[in-house]
Nanobody, 113 residues
Framework: EQFVESGGGLVQPGGSLRLSCEAS????????MGWYRQVPGKQSELVAS???????NAAPSVKGRFPISRDTPKNTLSLQMDNLNPKNTAVYFC????????WGQGTQVTVSS
């Protein structure tokens, strides 16, 4: 399996970014998919998830600001990130929930003025 993340960048506090993930190599249609983030020195954290039934979930710190969406036939997963703040700075990855070992390169999100 392969996950390719894109869409990160440098943004000012209060700004927005939209992350995209292309998954390939397996059938993901029956899997929960999610976005994770990692900050150096800390464990990765599940930010938001999308299950096959269309139910979404998000970490309390981002609920309402980071809606997740999914195009199951295209095997793509997106994360709209609104009202960003410096605490959201991290490398963001997509993977199954729970994750397997097939991590992509991730995409760096930096929130700074």
């Amino acid at each position: 399996e392969q996950f390719v993340e894109s869409g990160g960048g440098l943004v000012q506090p209060g700004g927005s970014l939209r992350l995209s993930c292309e998954a390939s190599g397996s059938d993901f249609s029956h899997s929960i998919m999610g976005w994770y983030r990692q900050v150096p020195g800390k464990q990765s954290e599940l930010v938001a998830s999308f299950n096959p039934s269309g139910y979404t979930n998000a970490a309390p710190s981002v609920k309402g600001r980071f809606p997740i969406s999914r195009d199951t036939p295209k095997n793509t997963l997106s994360l709209q990130m609104d009202n960003l703040n410096p605490k959201n700075t991290a490398v963001y990855f997509c993977n199954r929930v729970p994750p397997n070992h097939c991590w992509g390169q991730g995409t760096q999100v930096t929130v700074s003025s």
